[in-house]
């Protein structure tokens, strides 16, 4: 299973002091108390969100504190109430104390919000401490602290991109190439023998996550090469991108998708349930082959399945393929 992680630091808002202070009008010499209460510190409250699908944005921001409690004021003034600090996580975070290792709490459905540490109390004003024996309280009550917690955020992560490939077939590059995961690259065949994911960041706000997972070959269904049984690390992912090498495919070939029908029948004899999700072709390497063979490429009839021509070296196109899977993405969501 993967999983992302993060630390992050938490505060919650102190609360506002209660005031001392006592009505001075006209002719009433000895006023009695208006001192007002403090407001309530803001609470820190973490909130599942089903628009987040990784802890990125969490690089950025490692301190969340929620603001302090207003002092009263005199005239019966309460101070106003700290703002919350609301922390919008993905659905399926755990939130675990750093320092312990327990877990808090456990976010799971959209919406689903849990305070995680209460704002300090405000503090009562005078007015509050008035009796028989004392009319004029010279007392008012301070607020309370604000908390402070180290936690964790761990999110165990599903894939929306899986890329499916034969060995070599520059698999490990691209995800190195538009995330930040640092696989190994080599050029033999089986590199990969771990799945890796990678983040990929999106524009500004958005990511998506790609799994990079070890090469399939004819006969991987029936144990040859590493078989398939790390198929099940893309049984939950949204799309397969397929990777063929263009540089195995020559300008005199008669069926330029022999490698990608290859993989199809491999992933059905795994699962003929994954052939069910949209997929993608990825022609890798372009910068290796000549002009008149991505020319060829580009013709091929792929029966409605969208081709795409990359090269990881040169980055020619990844940029139109981040904007492909994310289109992809957002009309399987849409549906
Ligand atoms: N010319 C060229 N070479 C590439 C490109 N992408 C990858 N390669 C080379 O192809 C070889 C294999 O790349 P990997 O990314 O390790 O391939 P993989 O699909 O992950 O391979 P396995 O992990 O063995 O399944 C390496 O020598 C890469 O440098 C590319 O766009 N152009
Ligand atoms: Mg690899």
């Not at 599942?48 to 004021?73: C, E, I, P, W």
Request: glycine share 14%.
């Amino acid at each position: 299973m993967f999983i992302d992680y993060t630390k992050i630091f938490i505060k919650s808002g102190a609360g506002g002091n209660g005031c001392i202070s006592f009505r001075r009008e006209k002719y009433v010499p000895k006023g009695g108390p208006n001192g007002g209460d403090g407001g309530n510190g803001g609470d820190v409250i973490f909130k599942a969100s089903s628009q987040l699908s990784t802890l990125v944005d969490f690089t950025y921001q490692k301190h969340h504190k929620a603001g302090r409690g207003v002092h009263g004021q005199g005239g019966d003034k309460n101070g106003r109430n700290g703002r919350d600090e609301v922390i919008l996580v993905p659905c399926g975070s755990v939130i675990k104390n750093f320092e312990t290792g327990g877990v808090i709490t456990e976010l799971i459905k959209d919406g689903e919000e849990k305070v995680i540490l209460k704002g300090g109390r405000g503090g009562k004003g005078n007015t509050h401490f008035k009796s028989a024996t004392n009319r004029t309280p010279r007392y008012a009550e301070k607020g309370g602290e604000g908390q402070e917690l180290t936690i964790v955020i761990e999110l165990k992560l599903i894939a929306d991109i899986g890329l499916v490939g034969f060995p070599n077939a520059g698999k490990s590059t691209l995800i190195s190439k538009i995330s930040s995961a640092k696989p190994k690259i080599a050029d033999y065949p089986f590199t990969t023998l771990k799945p890796n994911l990678g983040i990929v960041k999106y524009r500004e706000y958005d990511s998506f996550v790609v799994a990079d997972i070890p090469g399939i070959i004819e006969g991987a269904s029936s144990g040859k090469g590493l078989g398939i049984q790390f198929l099940r690390h893309i049984e939950r992912t949204r799309i397969l991108l397929f990777m063929i090498d263009a540089t195995r495919l020559s300008i005199e070939e008669k069926n330029f998708l022999g490698d990608y029908k290859i993989l199809l029948g491999e992933l059905e004899n795994y699962e003929a349930n994954l052939l069910d999700k949209p997929r993608i072709i990825c022609f890798t390497k372009t910068d290796a082959v000549s002009e008149e063979l991505k020319k060829k490429l580009k013709s091929v009839r792929t029966a409605g399945i969208d081709k795409i021509q990359i090269s990881s070296v040169t980055g020619e196109n990844l940029q139109e393929l981040k904007d492909l899977l994310w289109k992809k993405l957002k009309e399987i969501n849409e549906e």
